[in-house]
């Protein structure tokens, strides 16, 4: 015989763990074992006032950034709508089922506001590292950054105007061959690539 959910009358009570739905063999457990995050809340002390409404747990923050950075999700909207939805990442920044997620908006304003002046995310970084290349989880020989700094050759009291810059260019790109010209000016080159930008 078929079998059918039965949807009939709706469940009072639920008995669930959280624990229980998360496997023994998944990364996050193998972090949690070696993570020891109680040293965070004397370190960021100094960051917080004494009084006024809560704020968002830092512990939990950083264990969010953890699960970011260890499952490749780079975007914090993106972080926080998995950790709505996946038990793992719910279980391991010691969130139940019911407790609602802080908004991404929460970790541009410690970044921005809260921290701006101070060294600390840094320090809780290499200090969050350094634990898991202890516990073997990181090699630690190799790392790679998603954005890149380049200083920008540009003076203004240097600078060129556009058609100065088309001209050098087909000077440049041509080789005495012959320009397209109308009414004097110059048009491009049939061997000049375009000008993308």
């Given at each position: 015989?078929?079998g059918r959910l039965?949807h009939?009358?709706?469940?009072f009570?639920?008995?669930f763990?959280l624990d229980?739905?998360?496997?023994a063999?998944?990364?996050v ?5 070696v ?7 004397s370190?960021l002390a ?6 006024g ?16 950075y260890a ?6 909207r ?6 709505a939805?996946?038990l793992a990442y719910r279980w391991?920044?010691?969130l139940?089922?019911e407790d609602k997620?802080?908004?991404h908006s929460?970790f541009?304003?410690?970044r921005?506001?809260?921290?701006a002046?101070?060294e600390?995310?840094r320090?809780?970084?290499?200090r969050?590292?350094d634990a898991c ?7 630690g020989?190799g790392f790679?950054?998603d954005?890149s700094?380049?200083?920008a ?6 600078s060129v105007?556009?058609h100065?810059?088309v001209?050098?260019?087909?000077e ?9 010209a109308r009414?004097g000016r ?5 061997f000049?690539?375009p000008i993308r930008?």
């Amino acid at each position: 015989m078929m079998g059918r959910l039965n949807h009939d009358q709706e469940q009072f009570f639920y008995s669930f763990r959280l624990d229980e739905a998360v496997p023994a063999d998944h990364p996050v457990r193998r972090i949690a074992a070696v993570l020891d995050l109680s040293w965070v809340y004397s370190e960021l002390a100094p960051y917080y006032p004494k009084t006024g409404r809560p704020s968002i747990d830092p512990v939990l923050m950083i264990r969010m950034l953890i699960v970011g950075y260890a499952f490749g999700i780079r975007s914090e909207r993106v972080l926080c709508r998995d950790l709505a939805v996946n038990l793992a990442y719910r279980w391991f920044c010691g969130l139940s089922i019911e407790d609602k997620i802080p908004d991404h908006s929460a970790f541009s304003r410690a970044r921005h506001e809260r921290f701006a002046e101070s060294e600390v995310f840094r320090q809780v970084f290499e200090r969050v590292v350094d634990a898991c290349i202890a516990a073997g989880l990181v090699g630690g020989e190799g790392f790679a950054v998603d954005a890149s700094l380049i200083v920008a050759d540009a003076n203004k009291q240097r600078s060129v105007r556009g058609h100065a810059f088309v001209a050098w260019r087909a000077e440049r790109f041509n080789r005495g061959r012959p320009l397209l010209a109308r009414n004097g000016r110059l048009v491009m080159s049939a061997f000049m690539p375009p000008i993308r930008g």
